[in-house]
């Protein structure tokens, strides 16, 4: 069972076309890959998305740049021009991203339990273990290593790269990208403590619910929920290393990035913007169109979109040190304060500075 690879080529044309840019110059010239303005040769293209990179255009080599009409005047050579040069750049790297199709079939050392159903365009790989009941759709790839729980059910067109763990009953939609070493279904962090100080396990009795067209990273963990679900909703992107806790519903093309922790119960809206490192409290709403900035503590709900920060930016250990004496003295310095305007405010009622 190997991979399907195929060597890539096109036309400036071509390229214009499927990015839905504007070309100036030769559409005839044949592209081979896509590198950075400085690295690129003349059988490649690049782009131009941040200003601070234009001192790299005048020098740059390559067949093409992906930019807006503002540095498409300042480009030598020829130009791939529109509005959003990042989007560009983006459909463009999908023309020349090796495939990961793999010929269909299932290798020899799979373990198959009873009941499975696996569609004839499937491509299982080495070591692969599917537990009773498993369902994988047409054109799905499993490569080597991935463990599938009973009845878990996996769409079509589906890719899950080495030593994915699906635990049972998680459900996989379709067009999913699950990255290497990611556990999907493990057990939320459910914990009652007795009278002595001993924690109960709470069986976990809900699954994990992965809708369409969503990306999870390397090492991401997803748990379980306890009675519902945990949902992660059509289109979001998770990076590497983020932690779902149970019962978390991430709304539809939310995007987070990597080392991010969610604590159970959160319900993240549609189309918002997680940050890295963020932390996530349990059982609070963020809203639609929220976007946290990166090392963010988020303790309650966020009713109203817009952008959200919190922590302080890198300065010299000195200054922190100060600064840090200075935020434990708030408190005794803001209930200073409000003594002082309670003072004034009775002087001046009193007539005492007249």
Not at 130 to 152: A, Q
Not at 162 to 173: C, R
Request: glycine fraction near 12%.
């Amino acid at each position: 069972m190997g991979s399907d690879v195929k060597k890539r080529q096109y036309t400036l044309a071509e390229i214009a076309q499927h990015i839905g840019a504007t070309l100036q110059g030769h559409g005839d010239i044949v592209v081979r890959g896509l590198a950075t303005l400085g690295g690129a040769d003349q059988d490649q293209i690049s782009f131009l998305n941040n200003s601070k990179y234009t001192k790299y255009l005048a020098a740059t080599k390559a067949a093409a740049v992906i930019c807006s009409q503002e540095h498409a005047a300042l480009c030598p050579v020829n130009a791939l021009v529109l509005a959003d040069p990042y989007m560009g750049y983006a459909k463009a790297a999908q023309l020349f991203a090796p495939s990961t199709q793999r010929s269909a079939g299932i290798d020899p050392t799979v373990v198959v339990g009873e009941g499975c159903v696996i569609a004839a365009t499937a491509a299982i790989g080495p070591r692969v273990v599917l537990g009773d009941g498993v369902t994988v759709g047409e054109h799905t790839v499993l490569h080597p290593g991935v463990v599938v729980g009973d009845r878990v059910s996996i769409g079509d067109h589906c890719v899950l790269y080495p030593n994915v763990s699906l635990y049972h009953d998680v459900q996989i939609g379709h067009h999913v990208m699950i990255h290497a070493g990611a556990v999907i279904g493990s057990d939320g962090f459910g914990m009652a403590r007795d009278p002595k100080g001993v924690w109960v396990k709470i069986p976990q009795l809900g699954t994990v619910e992965i809708h369409d067209h969503v990306e999870i990273g390397a090492n991401t963990t997803i748990d379980r929920g306890a009675l519902e679900n945990t949902i992660i909703g059509r289109g979001a992107k998770l990076d590497n290393q983020i932690q779902i806790g149970h019962n978390v519903v991430i709304g539809e093309h939310t995007a987070m990035a990597a080392c991010t922790g969610v604590s159970g119960s959160a319900k993240i809206g549609k189309h918002c913007i997680i940050s890295g490192m963020v932390g996530i409290a349990g059982h609070i709403e963020l809203v639609d169109g929220t976007v946290i900035t990166g090392m963010t503590k988020v303790s309650k709900s966020i009713s109203k979109p817009g952008i959200y920060s919190s922590g302080t930016t890198v300065e010299s250990h000195r200054s922190w040190l100060k600064n840090a004496v200075r935020f434990k003295q708030l408190d005794d310095m803001a209930q200073r304060l409000a003594d002082v305007e309670k003072n004034m405010k009775k002087e001046l009622e009193e007539g005492c500075f007249e």
